[in-house]
C-alpha cells in the first residue's frame, strides 16, 4: 500500500528563490508553499512546507459547522524546521477585543500591532484552532498539517493587492489571546503524540516508534521524515518527501520524522 505522494510547488508573493536542501526552486519562481497531494485512503488531510522571506497576511479560518456549503473547516498545525534568529509566529491577540475593533484594526493596520508575536525556533510547534487569527513571520521553513481546506479569510495584508474578506472573517474570528497549552518545545530525540484530534492526529517520532504511539495510529497515515530517511515496509522515504504507510508497525526512521492520519 505504500507509496510517494505527488508533491506541488506552489508560488507565493512572500516565498523564496533559494529553497532549503533538499528542494530546489525553479528558475525565476519565488515558491512559498510545497504541497503533496493527499491519497484517496486520507484525502481530509493535506501536507505542506512553508517557506517565508515575508509576513504571510493575517487571516482566520472557518470551523467546520462554520464553513460554507460543501466545504471543509480548517484547523490547522505547525511544526518548525528552521528558523532565523528573529522569526516569529502571529498567533491570537495581546489582549481581548470585539469584532467592531478587530475590523477597525484590520483597515488601519494596527491588527499587525495588537497581534501576539511568538518567537519561533526549530522544534517549535503551535496547534492553530478554527476561529483564531495568525499570520506567519518572515525567516521561518515549517511542515503545516491540516484539515484538507481552501477556506482562508484574509484580514490584512500589508498593502499587497490582494482581496481581503473582513465580513466572512469577522463571522469566525475570535479576539482573544492564544493559549499557551497550544504551544510546546519538542524535544530533539523522543516520540510525542502531537495532536489527538478532533480532525487529526499527528507525532514527531525518532527511531522506531513506540508501542503506545503505534496503538493510537491505526490504519493508513503519512510519513514525513524530517532528518535523516524513513523506512516503510523496506521502501526509503528520504527527507524533503511524504509517503502513504498502510500501517505504523511497518516504520521506522535513522532520523526524525512526523507522522498523520485523520481522525
Not at 499557551?180 to 514527531?204: E, I, N, Q, W
Not at 496503538?215 to 509517503?243: K, M, N, S
Request: proline share 8%.
Amino acid at each position: 500500500m505504500s507509496h510517494l505522494l505527488p508533491t506541488r510547488m506552489v508560488e507565493r508573493p512572500w516565498g523564496r528563490t533559494s529553497l532549503p536542501a533538499p528542494f530546489v526552486a525553479p528558475a525565476g519562481e519565488t515558491i512559498g508553499e510545497v504541497w503533496f497531494e493527499p491519497p484517496a485512503a486520507l484525502d481530509a488531510l493535506l501536507v505542506k512546507y512553508i517557506f517565508t522571506s515575508e509576513a504571510l497576511s493575517v487571516q482566520v479560518h472557518p470551523g467546520d459547522a462554520q464553513a460554507p456549503a460543501g466545504k471543509r473547516g480548517k484547523e490547522e498545525c505547525w511544526y518548525v524546521i528552521a528558523a532565523e534568529p528573529d522569526a516569529r509566529l502571529g498567533i491570537g491577540f495581546r489582549k481581548n477585543l470585539d469584532a467592531r475593533a478587530m475590523r477597525v484594526a484590520a483597515l488601519d493596520g494596527s491588527i499587525e500591532q495588537l497581534l501576539e508575536w511568538h518567537p519561533a525556533r526549530a522544534g517549535d510547534f503551535f496547534y492553530i484552532p478554527a476561529g483564531t487569527v495568525h499570520a506567519i513571520g518572515p525567516g521561518l521553513s515549517l511542515v503545516e498539517v491540516q484539515q484538507n481546506s481552501d477556506v482562508t479569510y484574509r484580514l490584512y495584508d500589508y498593502g499587497r493587492p490582494r482581496e481581503l474578506h473582513l465580513d466572512a472573517g469577522m463571522a469566525v474570528a475570535r479576539g482573544e489571546p492564544y493559549p499557551a497549552t497550544l504551544h510546546r518545545h519538542v524535544p530533539d530525540h523522543s516520540d510525542v503524540l502531537l495532536v489527538d484530534g478532533p480532525h487529526f492526529r499527528l507525532a514527531r517520532i525518532s527511531g522506531a516508534p513506540d508501542s503506545q504511539l503505534k496503538a493510537r495510529f491505526v490504519g493508513p497515515l503519512l510519513v514525513i521524515p524530517l532528518t535523516g530517511e524513513a523506512e516503510i515496509d523496506g521502501r526509503l522515504v528520504r527527507a524533503g518527501e511524504c509517503a502513504l504507510a498502510g500501517t505504523l508497525d511497518g516504520v521506522t526512521c535513522t532520523g526524525t520524522a512526523l507522522v498523520a492520519q485523520s481522525c
